[in-house]
């Protein structure tokens, strides 16, 4: 029976980076995807990871982050990309999201430089981040997706099983380890489709 939902936050509940990542590419006249392959080269260890898990600060991203990117031909702004990971709610994900607070077990699951709780939020988003009943953050817990340690961390805090939850992210790479650990997963692409299919899993109309 599933008692748990828990959520990614960036390309779930708020529109997602990937696409700001894309407008920053070709504003600089960079190939599609640059972005994206400097942070999949040397994933668990390069510039993006020890900045998510709070192990270098944002000049020393900045410097090694470009670095890697002078090493693989581009040349990039570590300051604009990081500009990139401020996305706006989707309002359809933010229902959902409501709907599961009032039924069931809620957390977030992000990968983020910065915590939450030392950022200056709008107050919807304020009122969004209440819903979750924890927040685990890669940026505090000094691991991060698609570490196992990290979906482990959401389970003892809310005292569940793993297959007890249903986890919500865009990224098949952070399903994947959820999904071996018996947790039923969900990859976010159109919200309308999340309806559907999660009201399935719960058991219960999300609009």
Not at 70 to 85: F, H, P, T
Request: hydrophobic residues 45%; negative net charge; glycine residues 6%.
């Amino acid at each position: 029976m599933i008692t748990t939902a828990l959520f990614d936050f960036g390309g779930v509940i708020t529109t997602s980076p990937f696409e700001a990542f894309a407008a920053y590419e070709v504003e600089a006249g960079l190939p599609p995807d640059t972005i994206r392959k400097i942070n999949a080269t040397n994933s668990g260890d390069n510039a993006w990871a020890r900045f998510e898990r709070h192990e270098v600060d944002q000049t020393e991203f900045g410097r090694l982050f470009e670095a890697e990117a002078a090493a693989i031909g581009y040349v990039v702004d570590a300051a604009r990309v990081i500009d990139c990971l401020h996305g706006t709610l989707r309002p359809t994900m933010v229902e959902v999201l409501r709907q599961c607070a009032q039924r069931l077990k809620t957390g977030m699951l992000t990968n983020n430089v910065v915590p939450i709780e030392s950022q200056i939020l709008s107050s919807d988003l304020r009122e969004v981040v209440q819903l979750f009943d924890i927040l685990v953050q890669s940026s505090v817990e000094g691991c991060r997706k698609p570490e196992p340690r990290f979906y482990e961390i959401a389970c003892e805090r809310l005292g569940v099983k793993a297959s007890e939850c249903v986890f919500l992210d865009d990224l098949g790479i952070n399903l994947k380890p959820a999904r071996a650990m018996g947790m039923t997963t969900i990859k976010v692409t159109d919200p309308r489709e999340v309806i559907e299919e999660l009201t399935a899993v719960v058991g219960f109309p999300l609009v």
